[in-house]
């Protein structure tokens, strides 16, 4: 059997690490593919803000999936002779295909997004919030949060960011000079009503303006000034909504998989659709491919929303497949998993934060009629930390750095 892992992100690891602890028959060949050297753990990308912590990357080689690790892209993918080609030209065969190659940002659906926002999904993010306080000058200045469709990659990351602006100002004085503003397409993206709840509560005690409903249809610039036009999406409300000008623009762009994947795999919004329990590819008749991660869409049946794109998930997910993987060369019945879960802590600033805590397990074990349940309570933003540590010490036990942010 070749099983055969794209990607060795959050999900390719889950894959790795349970066929790992398997006993698998000796003719078993697993290859992971992944051109990049070093996993980027995007929840420390924010502790740059201030010179807390330099992001983490995790060396590869240090990893679940070193010992199955092909440094290498993968181009295309041959679903009929189930091959994968590589840049360079050689081709790898599978009997089963894990496709755990995460999202890209695509921001091509809104002209001028590129050129004029700052993508909050990409590492680096933090150097132009600090360009822009350096800067600041007198007179008011506006910091516009936009998400630009969803789903998209760690839900409550624009929030954050928000909230860090905010605690940044605070501390340097300016408060009164910045107005902060948060746009998102939907009325209110994770956690159900206890998260609405809670991280509006936050941006009212803040003074952090946020506008539901309210989708980009474009951005201009005049200078540095950006102006964004908006939609409602709001029903009964649809048509463009007054513009925001701000000076500074951060962005989730739209997101979608890479272009590896065939667009008979995908669903309109240009992810995978999978059965949400076994991630196996329920669309465009391909036979033993899996998908996890960022790149599917694993709809919950009794509530037609689809599990968040959030690395624990994507981990758990991939876990699962090595596990029915495993199973299946064992000549086992593939186990179904009964419980799918995850949690991690929001920064809210100055060392607050909220945790959110999403939990699908009555999901899981009764698809109809389960419904989800959601943690939302006041935390310390230490548990962040935590949280990547936790993970950094999952993915290379006993190799992994320590995450230790400044207070």
């Given at each position: 059997?070749?099983?055969?892992?794209?990607?060795?992100?959050?999900?390719?690891?889950?894959?790795?690490?349970?066929?790992?602890?398997?006993?698998?028959?000796?003719?078993?060949?697993?290859?992971?593919?992944?051109?990049?050297?070093?996993?980027?753990?995007?929840?420390?990308?924010?502790?740059?803000?201030?010179?807390?912590?330099?992001?983490?990357?995790?060396?590869?080689?240090?990893?679940?999936?070193?010992?199955?690790?092909?440094?290498?892209?993968?181009?295309?993918?041959?679903?009929?002779?189930?091959?994968?080609?590589?840049?360079?030209?050689?081709?790898?065969?599978?009997?089963?295909?894990?496709?755990?190659?995460?999202?890209?940002?695509?921001?091509?659906?809104?002209?001028?997004?590129?050129?004029?926002?700052?993508?909050?999904?990409?590492?680096?993010?933090?150097?132009?919030?600090?360009?822009?306080?350096?800067?600041?000058?007198?007179?008011?200045?506006?910091?516009?949060?936009?998400?630009?469709?969803?789903?998209?990659?760690?839900?409550?990351?624009?929030?954050?960011?928000?909230?860090?602006?905010?605690?940044?100002?605070?501390?340097?004085?300016?408060?009164?000079?910045?107005?902060?503003?948060?746009?998102?397409?939907?009325?209110?993206?994770?956690?159900?009503?206890?998260?609405?709840?809670?991280?509006?509560?936050?941006?009212?005690?803040?003074?952090?303006?946020?506008?539901?409903?309210?989708?980009?249809?474009?951005?201009?610039?005049?200078?540095?000034?950006?102006?964004?036009?908006?939609?409602?999406?709001?029903?009964?409300?649809?048509?463009?909504?007054?513009?925001?000008?701000?000076?500074?623009?951060?962005?989730?762009?739209?997101?979608?998989?890479?272009?590896?994947?065939?667009?008979?795999?995908?669903?309109?919004?240009?992810?995978?659709?999978?059965?949400?329990?076994?991630?196996?590819?329920t669309k465009g008749g391909v036979a033993d491919v899996f998908c996890v991660g960022d790149a599917c869409a694993a709809v919950l049946p009794s509530v037609g929303s689809p599990?968040?794109?959030?690395?624990?998930?994507?981990?758990?997910?991939?876990?699962?497949?090595?596990?029915?993987?495993?199973?299946?060369?064992?000549?086992?019945?593939?186990?179904?998993?009964?419980?799918?879960?995850?949690?991690?802590?929001?920064?809210?600033?100055?060392?607050?934060?909220?945790?959110?805590?999403?939990?699908?397990?009555?999901?899981?074990?009764?698809?109809?009629?389960?419904?989800?349940?959601f943690v939302i309570e006041p935390a310390s933003a230490t548990g962040k930390v935590a949280w990547i540590q936790k993970f950094l010490d999952t993915f290379a036990p006993g190799?992994?750095?320590?995450?230790?942010?400044?207070?």
């Open positions: 059997m070749r099983i055969v892992i794209i990607g060795a992100g959050w999900g390719g690891q889950g894959v790795c690490k349970a066929l790992a602890a398997a006993s698998l028959p000796a003719d078993t060949s697993i290859t992971c593919i992944d051109g990049a050297d070093h996993l980027s753990i995007g929840a420390t990308w924010q502790f740059e803000l201030e010179g807390r912590a330099a992001p983490v990357s995790l060396p590869l080689a240090d990893s679940c999936a070193a010992p199955y690790l092909k440094r290498a892209a993968a181009s295309t993918i041959d679903y009929g002779a189930k091959t994968v080609a590589l840049e360079g030209g050689e081709v790898v065969g599978y009997d089963r295909l894990v496709l755990a190659c995460g999202a890209v940002s695509d921001p091509s659906s809104v002209p001028g997004l590129a050129e004029h926002a700052i993508d909050l999904s990409a590492k680096g993010f933090a150097a132009p919030i600090e360009a822009f306080f350096e800067a600041l000058g007198a007179g008011k200045k506006t910091v516009h949060v936009a998400v630009a469709k969803a789903p998209y990659k760690c839900p409550p990351l624009p929030f954050e960011v928000a909230f860090l602006v905010d605690a940044i100002a605070r501390r340097r004085g300016v408060r009164d000079r910045v107005d902060i503003v948060v746009t998102y397409p939907v009325p209110w993206p994770f956690g159900g009503p206890k998260a609405k709840q809670a991280f509006a509560a936050a941006m009212d005690e803040k003074g952090i303006a946020y506008r539901p409903n309210t989708k980009l249809v474009s951005v201009a610039a005049d200078g540095a000034r950006k102006t964004t036009t908006l939609a409602s999406t709001a029903e009964g409300a649809e048509g463009q909504v007054d513009d925001i000008t701000s000076d500074l623009l951060l962005a989730v762009y739209p997101h979608r998989a890479p272009d590896l994947i065939a667009p008979a795999l995908l669903n309109a919004k240009g992810s995978v659709p999978v059965d949400f329990r076994t991630s196996r590819v599990i968040p794109k959030a690395g624990e998930f994507a981990y758990k997910a991939g876990v699962a497949v090595g596990e029915l993987l495993a199973a299946e060369l064992g000549g086992a019945e593939a186990p179904l998993p009964t419980a799918r879960s995850a949690q991690c802590v929001a920064e809210s600033g100055d060392g607050e934060g909220i945790v959110v805590g999403p939990n699908f397990d009555a999901v899981f074990r009764d698809p109809d009629h389960g419904k989800p349940a190799k992994a750095p320590t995450f230790a942010p400044a207070a």
